[in-house]
């Protein structure tokens, strides 16, 4: 209705029953604006329904001399009704008489169908709510919530009033809380999105793992309005995730074992041969030094492997350091030798002087021991050549076809590749998933774990072949600008020769073989030890005054009575008395469970030479 408007004002003479109109009210009415109305012509426009309450407000009105305010219905000449308020006010004479009304009335008919219009789809936003398979809120842009529906309600146990503004909080969880606000808070007042978990006090009193994810919500002219959200109860989910995660790890550690006792199998077979080797030569007049030192470096190599176990279990964590990855293949040439197929010729080109790259070494010799198994597998039963070599490669210039998107800089590169039947395509999408192996007994921690290793230091990992070509694995890992660490020696000790008189070292330990060999050896450098294979045993040692014990050696488990309380009665009888512990977990975990401070910490294996270095090291501290 152009030009239309919703307000306009009229007064009544009383006296001369005479109604003035504004061209306003004319056109609300629908009148001509040459016509002249009167009061009766006005009645007449309102609608039966509502003309005698009309009348009668209009009355008392003129009979208590105060105003009115009155809400009717009209209906146009067209036909058309429109819904009006008028509101008046009593005009009187000198002498108080009521001589005239005068008033304002105003269209509200549009403002009515647009509250009708909010209701209904309030009600139906409403029912739609408490009918979804969801727990619904929304909040005003105050934070305040406004709003649950019946899925929240029945949830809660509780009353929409009691959870409005900020009464739905009183249910989550005293743990949670803190972060499930700042959460909402924050994406609040930046209007993000947002998702979050907490567990949230059902009607029954349990704790429910909640799901709730909120998006901001607008005006048509859009000013921000708050907040809807929906959440799900996903605590029956999460536990069943649980359970996957403990199947699947139950599934790992068979996998794992297998690939333990692989390795442990070559690292075993290794040293058999190199001591069948020792015991020849010793026959034949020869010096076994070579194959000793090959035993002693398998076995070093064998406690890497359960050191690396404990980092994949999550018992410790890895020490990462700056390796050169040509010395750690070198070190590990003649064990690799022993450990591949009798058919296969291992050829190495190791560059020289590469970067250095941070990892862990054990990290490096896994890698490099699963690659080699994986190899001599392929080549199997076949006359066959596996190829290493190390080398330095720039990303963007000569990476090999293939391999993911580098940074910038220089990568080392381990390259293992062998004359086998190749990968079938099939198979090569596969060989990174968990668990996924081709042969009935796996092989070492798995590609998987060499893809997560290789991973966790940055690099990158890539395997081409073709059935009938044979497999190349390509490693990646990032040069750093570090001097390569220096790893520990392996080679003979030297005889330790001294003006001074050797420490009395009380070994504490259980597993006899290990220490009645550290005890002889100790023997041969000139030390006085006492051997403990339990606790109580130590603490007789401990006790007797006329026995002099200058360092004690003590295991980390034991038997009876604990390490803890050995080492707590050692440091209170003998507060001179230096106590070292020995595991082969870490000396973090030592501490955690001894509590009490020890004064050095050596890591099984450990060499007797490192063993003497530290006891002279803690006995001048």
Not at 55 to 73: L, M, N, P, V, W
Not at 191 to 209: S, V
Not at 352 to 364: M, S
Request: aromatic share 6%; hydrophobic share 35%; proline share 4%.
């Amino acid at each position: 209705m152009e030009g239309y408007t919703t307000f306009g004002t009229w007064f009544w003479d009383i006296k001369a029953n005479r109604l003035s109109w504004s061209d306003e009210v004319r056109r609300l009415f629908g009148k001509p604006q040459d016509r002249i109305p009167n009061y009766e012509e006005y009645l007449q426009a309102i609608l039966p329904s509502d003309r005698e309450r009309f009348e009668r407000s209009a009355r008392d009105s003129i009979s208590t001399k105060s105003g009115c305010s009155i809400k009717f219905q009209i209906a146009r000449p067209d036909g058309e009704v429109r819904t009006l308020t008028c509101t008046s006010e009593v005009l009187c004479d000198e002498d108080g008489s009521p001589v005239g009304l005068f008033g304002a009335c105003q269209d509200i008919t549009e403002r009515i169908k647009a509250e009708a219009a909010l209701r209904e789809s309030e009600e139906r936003f409403r029912n739609m709510a408490d009918t979804a398979p969801v727990m619904i809120w929304v909040s005003g842009p105050d934070k305040l919530c406004t709003f649950f529906n019946k899925g929240w309600l029945t949830f809660r146990g509780r009353a929409h009033e009691e959870e409005l503004g900020n009464g739905w909080a009183e249910g989550v969880h005293s743990d949670d809380l803190d972060r499930c606000l700042e959460t909402y808070t924050s994406a609040f007042d930046a209007r993000h999105e947002f998702q979050m978990e907490y567990r949230l006090r059902r009607a029954d009193g349990e704790y429910r793992w909640i799901l709730d994810k909120g998006v901001p919500r607008f005006e048509p002219s859009g000013v921000f309005a708050g907040y809807i959200g929906s959440c799900i109860d996903v605590t029956d989910f999460k536990r069943d995730q649980e359970q996957q995660i403990a199947k699947q790890k139950l599934e790992s550690v068979g996998t794992l074992a297998s690939g333990i006792a692989h390795d442990f199998n070559n690292l075993l077979g290794g040293i058999l041969a190199h001591s069948e080797l020792a015991l020849t030569q010793l026959t034949s007049g020869s010096h076994p030094e070579e194959a000793l030192q090959n035993i002693r470096i398998g076995a070093i190599r064998g406690g890497e492997i359960v050191r690396q176990l404990m980092i994949y279990t999550g018992h410790e964590t890895e020490r990462v350091e700056a390796v050169d990855v040509s010395r750690i293949v070198a070190d590990m040439l003649e064990l690799l030798r022993v450990s591949v197929s009798k058919r296969a010729a291992v050829r190495v080109h190791l560059g020289q002087r590469l970067p250095a790259v941070r990892a862990n070494p054990a990290q490096i010799r896994q890698v490099v021991m699963n690659l080699i198994t994986n190899a001599s597998e392929a080549i199997g039963d076949q006359d066959g050549v596996i190829r290493i070599t190390t080398g330095v490669v720039k990303a963007g210039k000569d990476t090999a076809p293939g391999l993911k998107s580098l940074g910038a800089g220089g990568y080392v590169q381990l390259k293992v590749s062998d004359t086998g039947p190749g990968i079938a395509p099939e198979v090569q999408a596969r060989v990174f998933d968990p668990f996924f192996t081709t042969k009935t007994t796996g092989h070492g921690l798995g590609l998987t774990v060499v893809q997560g290793i290789v991973g966790n230091l940055s690099g990158t990992i890539h395997i081409s072949s073709q059935p009938g070509t044979g497999t190349t694995v390509r490693v990646l890992l990032p040069c750093t600008k570090r001097e390569a660490s220096i790893t520990r020696p392996v080679c003979r000790d030297e005889d330790h020769e001294s003006q001074f008189p050797q420490p009395t070292i009380l070994i504490v330990e259980d597993e006899d073989l290990l220490r009645q060999a550290v005890s002889k050896v100790l023997g041969k450098k000139g030390y006085s030890v006492i051997e403990a294979r339990d606790g109580s045993v130590a603490l007789a040692v401990i006790g007797d005054p006329q026995k002099l014990v200058n360092v004690i050696l003590l295991d980390l488990t034991l038997p009876g009575i604990s390490s803890r309380q050995v080492l707590e009665e050692a440091k209170r009888l003998r507060p001179q008395m230096k106590a070292i512990v020995t595991s082969a977990y870490t000396e973090q975990m030592a501490a955690d469970l001894l509590i009490r401070r020890f004064d050095g910490f050596i890591r099984k294996p450990y060499q007797v030479a490192e063993l003497m270095e530290l006891v002279r090291r803690t006995l001048s501290a």
